[in-house]
Antibody, heavy 122, light 110 residues
Framework: QITLKESGPTVVKPTQTVTLTCTFS??????????VGWIRQPPGKALEWLTL???????RYSPSLKSRLTITKDTSKNQVVLTMTKMDPVDTATYHC??????????????WGRGTLVTVSS | QSVLTQPPSASGTPGQRATISCSGS????????VNWYQQFPGTAPKLVIY???QRPSGVPDRFSGSKSGTSASLAISGLQSEDEADYYC???????????FGGGTKLTVL
C-alpha cells in the first residue's frame, strides 16, 4: 500500500521558518522517473504547486517562491522535507505532498497525502 | 490568478453530461499533456484523467478528457450526485519549468 503523510507545526508566527516533512511508504524515491512534490491550498482557494524533487535529486521550484523554498530528500528514511522561510499570513494553507511519475512526454501526481494545515498568525 | 483558466462553477442534473473547460497557452497546454483532479471538501485531490484522456485504474468510464490546441476539457457523462466536487486541471509549463494548476471548478449536481 502506497501512502504519503505530511507532518509539521500547525501554527507559526510571521517571519518564522517552517519545516514540513513528507513521510512515504510503498515506493522508493530512488526509482527512475519518480519524484515527490509539494502543493498547497489556502482555505477555499485553488491548488498551487511549490516545489518537487526527482529520483536523481534534480529539483524544481515555483519561480514566485523560489527564494523562500528548499526541498531535500532522504531516500533511506523515505522522507522529503520542505523548508519555507519568511512565513506570512497569506501562506496559511493546507500543504500536501504527492508522488510524481515522469515519463518524459507526460507526467502526473498520482497519489497525494491528506495534507497538513499550517496557520500563520502572531 | 491561476495560469490555467477554468470556469468557477458548472452544474447538471443526474444522468446529464457536464463539461469543464481549461484554457492555457502555448507554453503549457499547447505543448504538454493535461491532468485532471477531483477533490471533495477536506480531502486530498484524486487523479481522474492523465495524459489528456487516460483514466487511472478504478476511475469510471463516465469520465473522459480531451485536448485541442491550448484548451482541454473534462466531461462527465451520466452525472451522479457523488460527482459533486471541485475539479482542477494541471499542465506542465515550459516557461515556469513546473506544473501550473487551474483555479478549480465546483461541479454541482442539481
Amino acid at each position: 500500500q502506497i501512502t504519503l503523510k505530511e507532518s509539521g507545526p500547525t501554527v507559526v508566527k510571521p517571519t518564522q521558518t517552517v519545516t514540513l516533512t513528507c513521510t512515504f511508504s510503498g515506493f522508493s524515491l530512488s526509482t527512475s522517473g519518480v519524484g515527490v512534490g509539494w502543493i498547497r491550498q489556502p482555505p477555499g482557494k485553488a491548488l498551487e504547486w511549490l516545489t518537487l524533487v526527482y529520483w536523481d535529486d534534480d529539483k524544481r521550484y515555483s519561480p514566485s517562491l523560489k527564494s523562500r523554498l528548499t526541498i531535500t530528500k532522504d531516500t533511506s528514511k523515505n522522507q522529503v522535507v520542505l523548508t519555507m522561510t519568511k512565513m506570512d499570513p497569506v501562506d496559511t494553507a493546507t500543504y500536501h505532498c504527492a508522488r510524481l511519475y515522469w515519463y518524459g512526454s507526460y507526467w502526473f501526481f498520482d497519489l497525494w497525502g491528506r495534507g497538513t494545515l499550517v496557520t500563520v498568525s502572531s | 490568478q491561476s495560469v490555467l483558466t477554468q470556469p468557477p462553477s458548472a452544474s447538471g442534473t443526474p444522468g446529464q453530461r457536464a463539461t469543464i473547460s481549461c484554457s492555457g497557452s502555448s507554453s503549457n497546454i499547447g505543448s504538454r499533456t493535461v491532468n485532471w483532479y477531483q477533490q471533495f471538501p477536506g480531502t486530498a485531490p484524486k487523479l481522474v484523467i492523465y495524459r489528456n484522456n487516460q483514466r487511472p485504474s478504478g476511475v469510471p468510464d463516465r469520465f473522459s478528457g480531451s485536448k485541442s490546441g491550448t484548451s482541454a476539457s473534462l466531461a462527465i457523462s451520466g452525472l451522479q450526485s457523488e460527482d459533486e466536487a471541485d475539479y482542477y486541471c494541471v499542465a506542465w509549463d515550459d516557461s515556469l519549468n513546473g506544473p501550473v494548476f487551474g483555479g478549480g471548478t465546483k461541479l454541482t449536481v442539481l
